[in-house]
C-alpha cells in the first residue's frame, strides 16, 4: 500500500477471496510466465512527500529561470505577466482534474469555456471557426497542411523562412507522411522575398505557409503573399502572433484559409516549452476538416441552454482511418487559461498592451542598433520582438557574449545561428509588458560591454573579429 | 457530487455576455519610453482597424463566472471516475506544487542547455526510468500526447523501412484498437489493415498469419488490449510481424495494468508510447495537456525526434561544460513533431510521481487497479448486475473490463447510454461507453488502484439499484439524468446547425 492506494492486508484477502482466487500473482495468469517479471524494476525506491519535494526544488534551484535574469528571450515563447486569477482558476479540481468531456450533462463548465474560447480565438483573428486548441503553434501549423491535403491532395507546400524555423521543420516532419513535399522562400531585408515566392508557387502547390510578424520579427503585408497564392488556388495558412494581433490587422481580413498559432503568451507558463496551446481557426467552408475538439451551442430537453462537444464525425473515435487528424487530448487547460487571460486584458487592454509592448520594442531596437556593430535585421516594423546582427564572426562568439551577459543577470536574446544559419551572428531580442525602460537601457548596456569584451579577447587571441 | 444545481433560474450567460463597455481587471503598466505616433512605428494600413471584441468585465465579475462555471464540471477530486482507457487515478497536488516553482515554470525553453541543467536533468531521469518500465533503451519525450507517441512511431517506422530502401505500405491494426490507432496511420501515409478478435479476446493470429506480408510496414497493438485483456500469444504476435520485417508498435494506453509487471521490450516490441496523464498521473485538465513520450529498440534509436537529450562524460565538443545538453546534430532523425523539448511541465509531474512511488509502488500500483477491477466485476456478479450487463469475455480481466448492455436493452428496453446517464444522478461519473466498437452497447469500466474498496462496493449497487429501477420502470432510466446543471442534450441539432461561437 502506498500513500495513493488504500487497500490494507485485510481489504486484500478479502477482495481475493470475492474474486475467487488465491494470491494476486493469479490475477496476472494470462500473462505467460516467460514475459512475466520477476526482478524488481532498476528504479530507485519511494520517498516521502517531503523528501520528493525537497528534491524536485534541488532541481528546480539549478535552472536559471525568468525570476532570476532579466530575460530577453523570446522565439514563440514570451515572459508576460500572468495574472493570479489564472493560477486561482486553474488549481480548482473542476477544471484541474476531469477527462475531456464525454458526458455533457457534467461538463458544462469545461464545455462553456471551450465555446467562450473559440469565440475569443475568432475575434482575434479575423476567421469565421476556431476548435478547442491543439498542442501547440508548430503542430498546429503541421495540423493545417494535413487539412490543406485532405482539402485538394496537391503534391507540395510552400512556407515562408518568416514562419518560426520550429514551425517549418514540424511541417517537414509530418509532411514525410502527407507525402507532400516543402518548399521554403527566403527573406530579404527580414520580409519573404516576393519574387521568389510568386515562383515558388504552381498549380501543385497544396498550401502556402506565412507568418505575422515573422520569426525575425517584422511585419509584412501579407496581401501580395495571399493574393499569389490563391491564384493558384492553394490554400493560405497564417501562423500569427496573438499578442501583437492586438494592434495588428488580423489574418482573416486578408483572406487567408487557416490562422494557426502559439498560445503561450496568452496566460500560460513558460515551463520550458510546454504544455502551452496552440490554436486553429478557419473559414467557414474548411469546418469539416478541422481537427481537434469543437464545442457547440445546443439546447437540453427542458430547453436549457448548454454546450456539447460536436461534429464529432470528423473525429478518430467515429470516422477512424478517415479521421481530419488522429488528435485525442489536446490542451484544454492551457485554453481555458487562455481564454481567462484575454477576458481579463479585455477589449481595451489587449490593444494597451499591444502598443505599449510595440513601443517598448522600437524603443529597444534603436538603443541596441546604436551600439557599435550592431544594426538590425531587416528594416520593417515590428510589434514584440526584433533581430540584430551583432557583428561578430560565428556563433560560438555570439554564445561567449550571451553567457558574459548571463553574468550580469541579464539574458540578451536568442542566438540565431542554428536556426537561421544565414544570421550566424544574429540575435533575437523580445519585449514583453515586463521589460521596463530601465531594463532596456540596462541590456543595451550590459550588451555593448559584452561585445567591447568579446572583441578585445578575440584580438588579443589574434582571432578575426571584424 | 461537485456540480452544483443550475446556478439560480437564470439563463446561462457567456463571459461575452456579461460586463459593460469600459470595464476592465487589466491596468496597462505607464508608459515610459517616447509616445511615438504609432504610425510611425507601423503603418497604419497593417494595423487593426477595429479591436477584437473581447469582454469587458472586472475582475471580481471575471473570477465569479468562471467559479460558477466550474461549478457545472464533474471532477475526479469529487468523485469516482472509471472512465476506461483513460486511467482515472488520483492526482496528487504535491505535483502541482513543484510544477510550480519558478525554477520549472518561469524557466525559458530557449534557455542555454548549461543554464538549465536541472531541467535536463530530470528530463534524463525520466528517460531512464520509461526506458527501465518499457525495457527499451532509448525515449524521446517529446510527443504532446499518445496519439501524436503513435505519429511519431510511425514516422519513425517510415524512416527506418526508407533507410533499409524497402518502402511499405500498410500498417496492421487489430479491430478493438483505439480510433487514434488507425487515424495516426492514415496521418502516416499508410493504409490500415484490420485484424479480427478471436474467441478469448485476442489477435486472432490465423489472420494475422494471413495478411503479415512483406508490404506490412508495422504492427500497432495495445496491450492489455482495450477489452481489458492481456493477449497470451504477444511473443507470437512480434514473432510472425518481425518474421515480414515489419515493426511492433505497443500502444501504451493500458500500461497501468503492467507496471514492472511485464515490459513490452521484453515482449520485443520496437516501439512503446506511455500516456503521462493517465500511467503517471498529469492531471487531464478536461482534455489536456498529456504528454506522449515514446520508448524504442536501438535499431530505431538514430531516428528519432531531435534534440535528442545526451549526457556528456566531460567537456563537450561544443565549448560546454555542461553535463547535459540537447543534441541537434542528428542526420537520421524524422525531425521535430513540435516546439521546444515537449510539455515539460507534465515531465515534473510524472517524474515527482515516479519518486513517490519507486520501483516497490509501481508494480503495487499495477496490482492494485488489477485487483480492484476484478473485485469490482466480483461485486458485481454478487449482485446480479452481470445478468443484464453480462462482461463481454469470461475471464479474468486486467485493470479494466468491458460490459454488454444488449441484455439490459433487449430485457428492460433500456440502453447503456440510460445507464450511463443514471449513474450522473447517483453522483458516479460513467465508464466509457460504446467502445470498444466490437462489442454490442459496451461499457469499459476502470476503477485505477487510488479507489477505495468501500468506493466500488457503493457503485456495484449504484449500477445495481439503476437495474433494479429499470425492472420497475425503464423510463427513469430513459428520461435521465434529472440532477445535473443541464439534461440530455439536442447533440444531433447541434451537429446539423453548427453554433460555435458567441454571435456578437
Same mark, same amino acid.
Given at each position: 500500500?502506498?500513500?495513493?492506494?488504500?487497500?490494507?492486508?485485510?481489504?486484500?484477502?478479502?477482495?481475493?477471496? #470475492?474474486?475467487?482466487?488465491?494470491?494476486?500473482?493469479?490475477?496476472?495468469?494470462?500473462?505467460?510466465?516467460?514475459?512475466?517479471?520477476?526482478?524488481?524494476?532498476?528504479?530507485? +525506491?519511494?520517498?516521502?512527500?517531503?523528501?520528493?519535494?525537497?528534491?524536485?526544488?534541488?532541481?528546480?534551484?539549478?535552472?536559471?529561470?525568468?525570476?532570476?535574469?532579466?530575460?530577453?528571450?523570446?522565439?514563440?515563447?514570451?515572459?508576460?505577466?500572468?495574472?493570479?486569477?489564472?493560477?486561482?482558476?486553474?488549481?480548482?479540481? %473542476?477544471?484541474?482534474?476531469?477527462?475531456?468531456?464525454?458526458?455533457?450533462?457534467?461538463?458544462?463548465?469545461?464545455?462553456?469555456?471551450?465555446?467562450?474560447?473559440?469565440?475569443?480565438?475568432?475575434?482575434?483573428?479575423?476567421?469565421?471557426?476556431?476548435?478547442?486548441?491543439?498542442?501547440?503553434?508548430?503542430?498546429?501549423?503541421?495540423?493545417?497542411?494535413?487539412?490543406?491535403?485532405?482539402?485538394?491532395?496537391?503534391?507540395?507546400?510552400?512556407?515562408?523562412?518568416?514562419?518560426?524555423?520550429?514551425?517549418?521543420?514540424?511541417?517537414?516532419?509530418?509532411?514525410?507522411?502527407?507525402?507532400?513535399?516543402?518548399?521554403?522562400?527566403?527573406? @530579404?531585408?527580414?520580409?519573404?522575398?516576393?519574387?521568389?515566392?510568386?515562383?515558388?508557387?504552381? +498549380?501543385? =502547390?497544396?498550401?502556402?505557409?506565412?507568418?505575422?510578424?515573422?520569426?525575425?520579427?517584422?511585419?509584412?503585408?501579407?496581401?501580395?503573399?495571399?493574393?499569389?497564392?490563391?491564384?493558384?488556388?492553394?490554400?493560405?495558412?497564417?501562423?500569427?502572433?496573438?499578442?501583437?494581433?492586438?494592434?495588428?490587422?488580423?489574418?482573416?481580413?486578408?483572406?487567408?484559409?487557416?490562422?494557426?498559432?502559439?498560445?503561450? &503568451?496568452?496566460?500560460?507558463?513558460?515551463?520550458?516549452?510546454?504544455?502551452?496551446?496552440?490554436?486553429? #481557426?478557419?473559414?467557414?467552408?474548411?469546418?469539416?476538416?478541422?481537427?481537434?475538439?469543437?464545442?457547440?451551442?445546443?439546447?437540453?430537453?427542458?430547453?436549457?441552454?448548454?454546450?456539447?462537444?460536436?461534429?464529432?464525425?470528423?473525429?478518430?473515435?467515429?470516422?477512424?482511418?478517415?479521421?481530419?487528424?488522429?488528435?485525442?487530448?489536446?490542451?484544454?487547460?492551457?485554453?481555458?487559461?487562455?481564454?481567462?487571460?484575454?477576458?481579463?486584458?479585455?477589449?481595451?487592454?489587449?490593444?494597451?498592451?499591444?502598443?505599449?509592448?510595440?513601443?517598448?520594442?522600437?524603443?529597444?531596437?534603436?538603443?541596441?542598433?546604436?551600439?557599435? /556593430?550592431?544594426?538590425?535585421?531587416?528594416?520593417?516594423?515590428?510589434?514584440?520582438?526584433? $533581430?540584430?546582427?551583432?557583428?561578430?564572426?560565428?556563433?560560438?562568439?555570439?554564445?561567449?557574449?550571451?553567457?558574459?551577459?548571463?553574468?550580469?543577470?541579464?539574458?540578451?536574446?536568442?542566438?540565431?545561428?542554428?536556426?537561421?544559419?544565414?544570421?550566424?551572428?544574429?540575435?533575437?531580442?523580445?519585449?514583453? %509588458?515586463?521589460?521596463?525602460?530601465?531594463?532596456?537601457?540596462?541590456?543595451?548596456?550590459?550588451?555593448?560591454?559584452?561585445?567591447?569584451?568579446?572583441?578585445?579577447?578575440?584580438?588579443?587571441?589574434?582571432?578575426?573579429?571584424? | 457530487?461537485?456540480?452544483?444545481?443550475?446556478?439560480?433560474?437564470?439563463?446561462?450567460?457567456?463571459?461575452?455576455?456579461?460586463?459593460?463597455?469600459?470595464?476592465?481587471?487589466?491596468?496597462?503598466?505607464?508608459?515610459?519610453?517616447?509616445?511615438?505616433?504609432?504610425?510611425?512605428?507601423?503603418?497604419?494600413?497593417?494595423?487593426?482597424?477595429?479591436?477584437?471584441?473581447?469582454?469587458?468585465?472586472?475582475?471580481?465579475?471575471?473570477?465569479?463566472?468562471?467559479?460558477?462555471?466550474?461549478? @457545472?464540471?464533474?471532477?475526479?477530486?469529487?468523485?469516482?471516475?472509471?472512465?476506461?482507457?483513460?486511467?482515472?487515478?488520483?492526482?496528487?497536488?504535491?505535483?502541482?506544487?513543484?510544477?510550480?516553482?519558478?525554477?520549472?515554470?518561469?524557466?525559458?525553453?530557449?534557455?542555454?542547455?548549461?543554464?538549465?541543467?536541472? $531541467?535536463?536533468?530530470?528530463?534524463?531521469?525520466?528517460?531512464?526510468?520509461? #526506458?527501465?518500465? &518499457?525495457?527499451?533503451?532509448?525515449?524521446?519525450?517529446?510527443?504532446?500526447?499518445?496519439?501524436?507517441?503513435?505519429?511519431?512511431?510511425?514516422?519513425?517506422?517510415?524512416?527506418?523501412?526508407?533507410?533499409?530502401?524497402?518502402?511499405?505500405?500498410?500498417?496492421?491494426?487489430?479491430?478493438?484498437?483505439?480510433?487514434?490507432?488507425?487515424?495516426?496511420?492514415?496521418?502516416?501515409?499508410?493504409?490500415?489493415?484490420?485484424?479480427?478478435?478471436?474467441?478469448?479476446?485476442?489477435?486472432?493470429?490465423?489472420?494475422?498469419?494471413?495478411?503479415?506480408?512483406?508490404?506490412?510496414?508495422?504492427?500497432?497493438?495495445?496491450?492489455?488490449?482495450?477489452?481489458?485483456?492481456?493477449?497470451?500469444?504477444?511473443?507470437?504476435?512480434?514473432?510472425?510481424?518481425?518474421?515480414?520485417?515489419?515493426?511492433?508498435?505497443?500502444?501504451?494506453?493500458?500500461?497501468? &495494468?503492467?507496471?514492472?509487471?511485464?515490459?513490452?521490450?521484453?515482449?520485443?516490441?520496437?516501439?512503446?508510447?506511455?500516456?503521462?496523464?493517465?500511467?503517471?498521473?498529469?492531471?487531464?485538465?478536461?482534455?489536456?495537456? /498529456?504528454?506522449?513520450?515514446?520508448?524504442?529498440?536501438?535499431?530505431?534509436?538514430?531516428?528519432?525526434?531531435?534534440?535528442?537529450?545526451?549526457?556528456?562524460?566531460?567537456?563537450?565538443?561544443?565549448?560546454?561544460?555542461?553535463?547535459?545538453?540537447?543534441?541537434?546534430?542528428?542526420?537520421?532523425?524524422?525531425?521535430?513533431?513540435?516546439?521546444?523539448?515537449?510539455?515539460?511541465?507534465?515531465?515534473?509531474?510524472?517524474?515527482?510521481?515516479?519518486?513517490?512511488?519507486?520501483?516497490?509502488?509501481?508494480?503495487?500500483?499495477?496490482?492494485?487497479?488489477?485487483?480492484?477491477?476484478?473485485?469490482?466485476?466480483?461485486?458485481?456478479? %454478487?449482485?446480479?448486475?452481470?445478468?443484464?450487463?453480462?462482461? $463481454?469475455?469470461?475471464?479474468?480481466?486486467?485493470?479494466?473490463?468491458?460490459?454488454?448492455? #444488449?441484455?439490459?436493452?433487449?430485457?428492460?428496453?433500456?440502453?447503456?447510454?440510460?445507464?450511463?446517464?443514471?449513474?450522473?444522478?447517483?453522483?458516479?461519473?460513467?465508464?466509457?461507453?460504446?467502445?470498444?466498437?466490437?462489442?454490442?452497447?459496451?461499457?469499459?469500466?476502470?476503477?485505477?488502484?487510488?479507489?477505495?474498496?468501500?468506493?466500488?462496493?457503493?457503485?456495484?449497487?449504484?449500477?445495481?439499484?439503476?437495474?433494479?429501477?429499470?425492472?420497475?420502470?425503464?423510463?427513469?432510466?430513459?428520461?435521465?439524468?434529472?440532477?445535473?446543471? =443541464?439534461?440530455?442534450?439536442?447533440?444531433? /441539432?447541434?451537429?446539423?446547425?453548427?453554433?460555435?461561437?458567441?454571435?456578437?
Amino acid at each position: 500500500m502506498s500513500r495513493y492506494t488504500a487497500v490494507t492486508e485485510s481489504d486484500r484477502s478479502a477482495m481475493l477471496e #470475492a474474486i475467487g482466487v488465491g494470491s494476486l500473482d493469479e490475477l496476472f495468469a494470462e500473462i505467460p510466465v516467460e514475459l512475466r517479471r520477476e526482478r524488481p524494476l532498476e528504479l530507485p +525506491d519511494g520517498l516521502g512527500e517531503a523528501e520528493v519535494f525537497a528534491h524536485l526544488r534541488e532541481l528546480a534551484a539549478r535552472n536559471r529561470s525568468a525570476d532570476d535574469e532579466i530575460s530577453f528571450l523570446g522565439g514563440g515563447f514570451y515572459d508576460h505577466y500572468v495574472p493570479a486569477v489564472i493560477d486561482m482558476l486553474l488549481e480548482r479540481s %473542476e477544471f484541474l482534474t476531469p477527462y475531456t468531456p464525454y458526458q455533457p450533462e457534467v461538463s458544462q463548465g469545461g464545455l462553456q469555456a471551450m465555446f467562450e474560447f473559440q469565440t475569443a480565438i475568432c475575434e482575434l483573428t479575423g476567421m469565421d471557426v476556431s476548435n478547442a486548441s491543439v498542442y501547440d503553434g508548430p503542430s498546429a501549423l503541421a495540423a493545417a497542411g494535413y487539412l490543406a491535403k485532405l482539402t485538394n491532395g496537391r503534391p507540395r507546400f510552400v512556407i515562408s523562412r518568416a514562419v518560426a524555423p520550429q514551425a517549418r521543420e514540424t511541417l517537414r516532419t509530418l509532411s514525410a507522411g502527407f507525402g507532400t513535399t516543402v518548399t521554403e522562400v527566403g527573406l @530579404r531585408d527580414g520580409a519573404t522575398d516576393l519574387a521568389a515566392w510568386t515562383e515558388a508557387i504552381d +498549380d501543385e =502547390v497544396g498550401a502556402a505557409f506565412v507568418a505575422l510578424p515573422g520569426y525575425l520579427g517584422t511585419v509584412e503585408d501579407l496581401q501580395p503573399l495571399v493574393d499569389a497564392a490563391r491564384a493558384h488556388g492553394a490554400l493560405v495558412v497564417c501562423s500569427a502572433d496573438p499578442i501583437a494581433l492586438g494592434i495588428l490587422e488580423p489574418p482573416g481580413s486578408y483572406g487567408v484559409d487557416v490562422c494557426v498559432g502559439e498560445g503561450q &503568451a496568452l496566460g500560460n507558463r513558460l515551463d520550458f516549452g510546454g504544455p502551452s496551446f496552440g490554436f486553429f #481557426a478557419a473559414r467557414a467552408e474548411h469546418l469539416r476538416r478541422m481537427p481537434g475538439r469543437i464545442a457547440g451551442e445546443t439546447r437540453d430537453l427542458d430547453g436549457r441552454r448548454g454546450f456539447v462537444l460536436t461534429l464529432q464525425t470528423r473525429e478518430q473515435h467515429i470516422r477512424r482511418e478517415k479521421a481530419t487528424s488522429n488528435i485525442c487530448t489536446a490542451q484544454a487547460l492551457n485554453a481555458l487559461a487562455g481564454v481567462v487571460y484575454l477576458s481579463w486584458l479585455g477589449r481595451a487592454g489587449l490593444c494597451e498592451l499591444a502598443e505599449l509592448i510595440a513601443r517598448r520594442t522600437a524603443y529597444a531596437r534603436e538603443r541596441l542598433c546604436e551600439i557599435e /556593430g550592431v544594426h538590425a535585421i531587416g528594416g520593417g516594423p515590428v510589434v514584440r520582438e526584433f $533581430a540584430v546582427s551583432l557583428g561578430l564572426p560565428d556563433r560560438d562568439s555570439v554564445r561567449r557574449v550571451v553567457l558574459r551577459c548571463a553574468g550580469e543577470r541579464v539574458c540578451p536574446g536568442h542566438p540565431l545561428g542554428r536556426d537561421v544559419p544565414e544570421h550566424p551572428d544574429g540575435l533575437l531580442v523580445a519585449i514583453t %509588458e515586463r521589460r521596463s525602460r530601465e531594463e532596456i537601457d540596462l541590456l543595451a548596456d550590459v550588451l555593448g560591454r559584452a561585445l567591447l569584451a568579446e572583441r578585445a579577447s578575440s584580438a588579443a587571441a589574434g582571432g578575426g573579429g571584424s | 457530487m461537485s456540480v452544483a444545481p443550475p446556478v439560480g433560474a437564470e439563463e446561462v450567460r457567456t463571459i461575452f455576455e456579461r460586463g459593460a463597455p469600459g470595464r476592465r481587471a487589466f491596468v496597462a503598466p505607464a508608459l515610459d519610453v517616447p509616445e511615438r505616433p504609432l504610425d510611425e512605428l507601423i503603418p497604419a494600413r497593417l494595423r487593426r482597424r477595429e479591436p477584437a471584441r473581447l469582454p469587458e468585465v472586472s475582475e471580481p465579475e471575471l473570477v465569479r463566472h468562471y467559479v460558477r462555471l466550474s461549478r @457545472r464540471n464533474f471532477d475526479l477530486d469529487s468523485g469516482f471516475y472509471p472512465l476506461g482507457s483513460c486511467t482515472m487515478k488520483h492526482n496528487p497536488r504535491l505535483h502541482e506544487r513543484v510544477a510550480a516553482l519558478p525554477g520549472h515554470a518561469r524557466l525559458h525553453p530557449l534557455t542555454d542547455p548549461a543554464r538549465a541543467q536541472g $531541467a535536463l536533468e530530470l528530463m534524463w531521469r525520466l528517460e531512464r526510468a520509461l #526506458a527501465e518500465i &518499457a525495457g527499451l533503451p532509448a525515449v524521446s519525450l517529446q510527443p504532446s500526447a499518445g496519439s501524436h507517441g503513435e505519429l511519431a512511431g510511425i514516422l519513425l517506422t517510415r524512416a527506418y523501412h526508407a533507410a533499409r530502401g524497402e518502402p511499405r505500405r500498410t500498417v496492421l491494426t487489430p479491430d478493438t484498437a483505439h480510433g487514434t490507432n488507425p487515424a495516426t496511420v492514415s496521418m502516416g501515409g499508410y493504409q490500415v489493415v484490420h485484424l479480427g478478435t478471436d474467441a478469448r479476446g485476442g489477435v486472432d493470429l490465423d489472420d494475422l498469419r494471413a495478411k503479415a506480408d512483406r508490404d506490412v510496414a508495422c504492427l500497432m497493438l495495445t496491450n492489455p488490449n482495450t477489452l481489458g485483456l492481456f493477449d497470451r500469444n504477444i511473443a507470437e504476435i512480434v514473432r510472425i510481424v518481425h518474421d515480414v520485417g515489419a515493426t511492433a508498435y505497443y500502444d501504451g494506453a493500458n500500461l497501468n &495494468a503492467t507496471l514492472g509487471i511485464s515490459r513490452p521490450g521484453d515482449a520485443g516490441f520496437d516501439i512503446v508510447h506511455f500516456n503521462l496523464h493517465k500511467t503517471f498521473t498529469q492531471p487531464h485538465g478536461g482534455g489536456g495537456p /498529456g504528454s506522449g513520450p515514446i520508448a524504442v529498440s536501438a535499431a530505431l534509436e538514430p531516428y528519432l525526434p531531435h534534440p535528442v537529450l545526451v549526457r556528456r562524460g566531460g567537456a563537450a565538443g561544443n565549448g560546454s561544460s555542461a553535463e547535459f545538453d540537447l543534441d541537434y546534430d542528428r542526420p537520421l532523425s524524422i525531425g521535430r513533431l513540435r516546439g521546444f523539448q515537449g510539455n515539460y511541465g507534465c515531465f515534473v509531474r510524472a517524474y515527482a510521481y515516479l519518486c513517490s512511488l519507486g520501483a516497490a509502488g509501481l508494480r503495487d500500483a499495477s496490482e492494485t487497479a488489477v485487483l480492484n477491477a476484478n473485485y469490482l466485476l466480483a461485486r458485481l456478479r %454478487e449482485l446480479g448486475v452481470t445478468e443484464l450487463l453480462p462482461p $463481454a469475455y469470461e475471464r479474468l480481466c486486467m485493470h479494466e473490463f468491458v460490459l454488454s448492455g #444488449a441484455p439490459a436493452k433487449r430485457e428492460l428496453g433500456v440502453r447503456t447510454l440510460d445507464i450511463a446517464k443514471r449513474l450522473l444522478d447517483h453522483g458516479y461519473h460513467p465508464p466509457t461507453v460504446y467502445f470498444p466498437l466490437l462489442v454490442e452497447e459496451a461499457l469499459l469500466v476502470e476503477p485505477t488502484e487510488t479507489e477505495t474498496r468501500e468506493t466500488l462496493d457503493e457503485f456495484a449497487q449504484a449500477l445495481a439499484e439503476i437495474l433494479r429501477e429499470a425492472r420497475e420502470d425503464p423510463e427513469i432510466a430513459r428520461g435521465a439524468p434529472y440532477t445535473t446543471p =443541464v439534461r440530455r442534450l439536442d447533440e444531433a /441539432g447541434a451537429a446539423r446547425r453548427p453554433v460555435l461561437r458567441q454571435g456578437l
